[in-house]
């Protein structure tokens, strides 16, 4: 069976049984702190898909990873358990977090910058943002990578702006080479 498949389904059911006790939004906040949890702690993979470690501290290391013991999240929990389909987890969260995000028409916005911005000048690109962006909700994410050498990129959904120092460089060069 298809790796993709499998998630998705299963984030659907989520999904389909969180919107039927109306708690999509906090199924979708403890998403993604899981989602966070697995970028944070890359063995917690390797622990779900151990077959030597006990279904019990399986759902218990999920659990801590939602931070709170919500009973829809441990119901699904226990579902994929007793499925053994545990392993997939990661991928479940990922997909319910996109279903979510397609059913409420969340765009997601990332604001790459050469050096960490002050609140007020990150303030300022997130409201250029919003303002190019009128008709979506956007959900921020920020990040630092030196290799812009300065400027920023901001990219929504596929969508991208890029006023980095190293584009316009590249873009210098491709107009040298031509």
């Not at 759902?59 to 929990?77: S, T």
Request: aromatic share 8%; net charge neutral.
């Amino acid at each position: 069976m298809d790796n993709g498949l499998i998630p998705r389904r299963y984030a659907k059911a989520l999904y389909k049984f969180a919107l039927e006790k109306g708690e999509t939004q906090k199924i979708y906040e403890l998403s993604k702190r899981v989602i966070d949890a697995f970028k944070s702690n890359p063995d917690l993979q390797k622990v779900l898909s151990n077959p030597f470690i006990a279904n019990d501290d399986k759902e218990k290391l999920l659990m801590a990873a939602a931070g709170e013991n919500d009973e829809i999240f441990r119901q699904f929990v226990l579902l994929i358990l007793h499925q053994r389909r545990v392993e997939y987890a990661q991928a479940m969260m990922l997909a319910y977090r996109d279903i979510f995000r397609k059913e409420h028409h969340i765009s997601q916005a990332k604001i790459t910058t050469a050096v960490k911005l002050d609140e007020e000048r990150m303030k300022k690109l997130r409201r250029l943002v919003t303002d190019a962006f009128k008709d979506s909700k956007l959900e921020f994410s920020e990040e630092v990578d030196p290799s812009l050498i300065g400027g920023f990129k901001i990219d929504v959904d596929s969508v991208r702006m890029d006023a980095s120092l190293s584009n316009e460089l590249e873009q210098l060069r491709q107009t040298l080479l031509s």
